[in-house]
């Protein structure tokens, strides 16, 4: 069965460094999304993207975040300036149509130090 | 802004029980209900409600949505202990979706 993969599953950097958090999607799915969860909190939304464009953001998605889909087959998620609260798990997702349901990566650990 | 409570937050069973888990929604411009398993990583897919009143099943997992009163169930039957996991449910509205906090189920044998 297809899956989204994500890279890497663990990332550990210092604050102030930029980080690209990398996704590859379903292949025939059209929207992608990236959520957080820090620890022992709940899974908050970020982003969704479709057709090349920001659809929605969060408050939590500010200047310092930025999303891209550099070729057919990558979504990454990058953080210009790490802070330490930046320190998550985070998920990347696809679905088929904006009405499907949502297929998640298995995360990736990023911790700020 | 969107709003998705569970319930309970933790729930400790034997094998064999029934359980129910609570999730009621405020979420403008409503499409669906998801419900998630999450066991160590990735939350993975287990239902979408659409419609109130049509229950969805798949094998001891069973769901339903209430779109007046705004919540949806899930059952789970004769639990074991590979049920143990945190449930999430969620609403969307135009390709976002909005989590609950989740509810730890514990399956002890």
């Known amino acids: 069965e297809p899956e989204v993969t994500q890279t890497p599953s663990h990332q550990v950097t210092q604050m102030g460094q930029e980080v690209i958090l990398r996704c590859v999607p379903i292949s025939n799915h059209l929207y992608f999304y990236w959520y957080r969860q820090i620890l022992g909190q709940k899974v908050e939304f970020l982003v969704s993207?479709?057709?090349?464009?920001?659809?929605?953001k969060s408050e939590i998605f500010d200047d310092q975040f930025s999303v891209e889909r550099p070729d057919g087959s990558n979504f990454t998620l990058k953080i210009r300036s790490t802070k330490l609260e930046d320190s998550a798990m985070y998920f990347c997702?696809?679905?088929?149509?904006?009405?499907?349901?949502?297929?998640f990566g298995n995360g990736t650990r990023l911790t700020v130090t | 802004e969107d709003k998705v409570v569970q319930s309970p937050l933790s729930l400790v069973v034997h094998e064999g029980d029934t359980v129910t888990l609570n999730c009621s929604y405020e979420v403008t411009n409503f499409r669906s209900l998801l419900w998630y398993k999450q066991e160590k990583k990735a939350p993975t897919f287990l239902f979408m409600l659409t419609s109130s009143g049509i229950e969805k099943k798949s094998g001891r997992l069973s769901s339903i949505l209430d779109k007046k009163e705004l919540f949806s169930i899930l059952n789970i039957t004769a639990t074991q202990t590979g049920d143990s996991a945190v449930y999430l449910c969620g609403g969307t509205s135009y390709g976002k979706l909005t989590f609950g906090q989740g509810t730890i189920l514990t399956v002890h044998p």
């Open positions: 993207f479709y057709n090349n464009e920001i659809s929605e």
């Open positions: 997702a696809s679905s088929r149509t904006v009405n499907s349901p949502l297929h």
